[in-house]
């Protein structure tokens, strides 16, 4: 098993549909993370969840609804998105936040969502 | 807030030979991170390197490294005997050591081409 798993690694759909973003970390994490990914500009942090509860919720738009049921899953429910919402995004996690800052993040491989 | 620049948005290098990838960032804190993370096309973005500010010493590994000028807030990657393996997006990132949440400051990435 890879690190962070995501599913699925591409998706299409319709602005009126509905669909989740799942993530998985199989190295014993307490952080996770989701990241948005648009061509020529920078990764943008939209929600951070440590031992499950959220801490950071960087002015995101309120059709993406994050998920953590446990501190291995991640999930970033989708409805009614635009077409400014196609891009990459990624997952992340890292050891712990407890600790203080500076720990390195691991990165899934992605989900590439189109809007049609 | 924080800010990273990367100003070069392409590169290309020659099998062997060394590139040095530019990173400036502004903050006004003292005590920080910094990280260099790789993304080969279609696969997962992997760390390279990390540099604690508090700490002089220029960080390696392997054949990468870095040149950290905090007066100049310049953080540069440096990559000897370049691979072919090793043509990818390159972001520098920046995180506060203390009230972080884990957020990570990206730039908008260098895209490096290693040429046979």
């Known amino acids: 098993e890879t690190g962070v798993t995501q599913t699925p690694r591409h998706l299409v759909m319709g602005m009126t549909n509905k669909k989740s973003l799942k993530c998985e970390q199989h190295?014993?994490?307490?952080?996770m993370y989701w990241y948005k990914q648009s061509a020529k500009k920078p990764l943008e942090l939209m929600f951070v969840y440590s031992l499950e509860e959220r801490v950071e919720n960087n002015s995101v738009p309120s059709r993406f609804s994050p998920e953590c049921p446990n501190s291995s899953h991640l999930f970033l429910h989708l409805h009614t998105l635009q077409p400014e919402d196609s891009a990459l995004y990624l997952c992340?996690?890292?050891?712990?936040?407890?600790?203080?800052?500076?720990?390195?993040?691991?990165f899934g491989d992605g989900t590439r969502l189109s809007i049609l | 807030a924080q800010t990273v620049t990367q100003s070069q948005p392409e590169m290309s290098v020659q099998e062997a030979e060394t590139v040095t990838l530019s990173c400036t960032y502004d903050t006004s804190e003292n005590n920080y991170y910094l990280f260099w993370y790789k993304q080969p096309p279609s696969r997962q973005m992997i760390l390279v390197i990390r540099?604690?500010?508090?700490?002089?010493q220029n960080a390696t590994e392997n054949r990468f490294s870095v040149n950290f000028q905090k007066a100049a807030k310049s953080f540069s990657l440096k990559i000897s005997d370049s691979q072919l393996g090793d043509t990818a997006m390159y972001f520098c990132?920046?995180?506060?050591?203390?009230?972080?949440?884990?957020?990570?400051?990206f730039g908008k990435g260098t895209k490096l081409s290693v040429k046979p």
């Open positions: 190295l014993g994490h307490n952080a």
């Open positions: 990132a920046f995180m506060k050591r203390r009230g972080s949440q884990g957020n990570l400051i």
């Open positions: 992340a996690s890292s050891q712990d936040l407890l600790v203080g800052g500076g720990q390195p993040q691991h």
């Open positions: 540099q604690e500010a508090y700490k002089q």
